[in-house]
Every structure is written in C-alpha cells, then in structure tokens.
C-alpha cells in the first residue's frame, strides 16, 4: 500500500505589519525680519509649504509664517492647535492621534527653534511616548547664535531664560550665577522682555564684575543685528546700546 507524500506544511500567516506612524516635524521660524531663504534650508521650507496641520505656540505668528513662506494649500484651510501653559497631556495627544495612522503635523515656536526653552518640548515628549517619528529641522537658534558669536566658552554653558524682575532679587541671581560661571568655567546665558533690556544690561554693568566679559546679541539674523562682547568694565565707560523694542540675548563668562 503508497503511503501518500507527505503534504507540504501551510504557510504561517504573514505577521500584521503595523500601519506606517506619523512624524511630528519641528521646524524653526524666524527671529524677526528677514527674507526666509536666509534663516531656514530650501528642504525646510518645502517641506513646511506642504503641511496642512500645526501646533504653535502663538496662531497668528504661525500664520505668519506661514504666509511668508506660502504653503500648497490656501491658509484658511490649515489647522493650527495654540499650545500654551495650560494645554494638557490629553489634548496634546489628541492632536497627535492622527499620526498613529500616518501623516505629517508641525510644530513651531512664536520665535527661533521648537522644543528649546519651549513649550513644544511636551509635546515632542508625548510624541516620543506614542512612539511617533520626531524630526528636528535646521533653523535659526538665538541661543546657539548668540553664543556662537560671543567668544565666550562654547563647551560649558547654561541659558537660564528670564532673570528676575524685582531689582534685589536679580542682584542676587546674577551674582549667583557669576560665580558658577567663574568655577565652572560656564557661559550664563539669559534673555528678557524686549521693553525691559535696559534695565537688564544696567544691573549686568553695576552687578557684575569688571573683569567679567559680556556679550550683548541683539536683533540676530536681522537687518538690526548687532552683537558685541567687552569686559564689564569697559561697557561702564561707553554709551549704552540701543536695546529698546528690538529681542536681545545677554551672555556673560566670568574671570577665572
């Protein structure tokens, strides 16, 4: 009696493949007047254009940058979620959601880069939860710039953001963080409210030591740029830069 041949074994059924996840794509705006093909790669630009959703920081700068770069689809018809400090986990993953299926959503600062010294860093923190492609785009960093411009130590620095308002309590902070930067061998970086630059650049001067060397970065990658670094001391003996209205970033390295 044949035995019939043994059948050949069924083929294990493919294993699902996952649907293609989105990417979260964090692109830099400008950091006041000037032509984009200046301050951000023809790639990113392109790319931006055609985008039909973003999360910003502020709508209407975002639709200005928008408008300046011009986009594939009419500006009224791109969404644009506002994040802010009371912007929740669950409404940021909302806006995410679509991503798990494919897709492309923005993120944008009101200024310079997204996710640094940013709110948009929840939201790429969230994205990498999801487990979300997050691509980060070249642009323009005010910190980065000024302190490559400064002179001061690029290997061991720290940006702090805003100093304190009340004059005591700044005095103090500054000192503080003069004397990390002078055991530490660390630039201070810090910014302020365009309004109230020259308050800060004067207690920088009457804080400060004279031999601490200080960089003022202000209006960087526009037509009113203007970046300078002297010794405190020096600063004293010269006229105070115009600062007024115009977004500054104050770096300073103290004296070993």
């Known amino acids: 009696m044949n035995q019939s041949a043994p059948q050949p074994a069924q083929d294990a059924p493919a294993a699902r493949q996952d649907k293609p996840r989105g990417t979260l794509h964090l692109i830099p705006v400008g950091l006041g007047e000037a032509a984009p093909e200046l301050w951000l790669p023809q790639a990113a630009r392109e790319l931006a254009a055609g985008l039909n959703t973003y999360i910003a920081e502020n709508a209407k700068t975002a639709r200005a940058f928008l408008k300046l ?50 709110p948009g860093a929840r939201v790429a923190a969230l994205a990498h939860g999801m487990g979300l492609r997050v691509r980060p785009w070249v642009g323009p960093s005010s910190i980065l710039l000024g302190l490559m411009a400064s002179g001061l130590d690029g290997q061991r620095f720290a940006f702090h953001g805003y100093a304190p308002v009340d004059a005591a309590e ?87």
């Not at 923005?106 to 940013?118: F, K, N, R, T």
């Not at 109230?196 to 004279?210: D, I, P, Q, W, Y």
């Not at 115009?242 to 300073?252: A, G, R, V, W, Y």
């Open 69 to 118: 770069i011009g986009t594939h689809a009419p500006l009224q018809d791109i969404t644009i979620h506002t994040l802010d400090r009371k912007t929740d986990a669950a409404q940021m993953r909302a806006w995410l959601q679509p991503l798990l299926a494919g897709g492309d959503i923005g993120l944008v600062s009101e200024a310079g880069c997204p996710a640094v010294a940013d």
């Open 170 to 256: 700044r005095a103090q902070r500054l000192r503080a963080w003069e004397d990390a930067s002078r055991k530490q061998e660390q630039t201070q970086i810090m910014i302020e409210t365009p309004y109230r630059n020259a308050a800060l650049f004067e207690a920088l001067c009457h804080t400060l030591k004279g031999s601490t060397r200080l960089c003022v970065a202000r209006a960087l990658t526009t037509r009113d740029e203007w970046i300078q670094t002297r010794a405190v001391s020096d600063w004293k003996n010269r006229p105070a830069p115009e600062l007024s209205k115009l977004p500054t970033l104050f770096l300073f390295l103290a004296a070993r």
